[in-house]
C-alpha cells in the first residue's frame, strides 16, 4: 500500500474544504469508512462526463456551482491532496486528512455519498478559524465600519495543526 504524506513541494499539493451534510453522524461515518462524499445523488457516474458544462446540461436541477464542485471533485482532486472539514459553522474545522484514491461512484443504494473519495484522516478534534484582521482598539472608525476585514479569507491557527 502507497504511503500518504505531505508532499515537501506544497505547490503540488491542493488544499480542500469539504462539509458533511448537515447531521453530526455524516462526519462520524466518513471517520469510520475512511471518505469523504459530495452531494447531488441524482448525478450518475461522474466518469461519463467530458466537460464541466455536460454535467449540467444533463440535469435540470443542478447549478453551475453545483456542476463546478463535481467536476473538481471527480477532476481536480487529486491523490495526496489535502482536505479540510468544516464544521457546521462556517468558521471550525472538524478534521484534515489526505487524499488517498481518485474519485470512486458508489451506487449502493445509500442515499447519500455515492461519489466519494478515500481519505487518511491525520487530525480529528475542533478549531476555530478567524480571519487575516479583526477589528482591535487601535483601528479607526472609518476601518470597523467599513467591514472589509469580514470578506477576507479564512485561516487556522497555526500552531493547532502542525502536526499533520
Known sequence: MPQH???TDHRDQNAWVVSPSVTPSSWEHWKRQKIITIGWSEVSDLNVFNEESEI????DDISAGGA?????FRNEMRVDDIVFIRGSQSTTV????LVTSEYQY???GEPQGKHR??????QNGKWNTFPRSVPCAQWNQEQK???KWRSEPRR????RLVNI
Open 5 to 7: 504524506r505531505l508532499l
Open 56 to 59: 449540467q446540461a444533463a440535469y
Open 68 to 72: 463546478e464542485i463535481c467536476w473538481q
Open 94 to 97: 472538524l478534521g484534515a486528512g
Open 106 to 108: 458508489e451506487n449502493s
Open 117 to 122: 473519495r478515500s481519505v487518511n484522516w491525520l
Open 145 to 147: 465600519k467599513s467591514r
Open 156 to 159: 487556522l491557527p497555526s500552531k
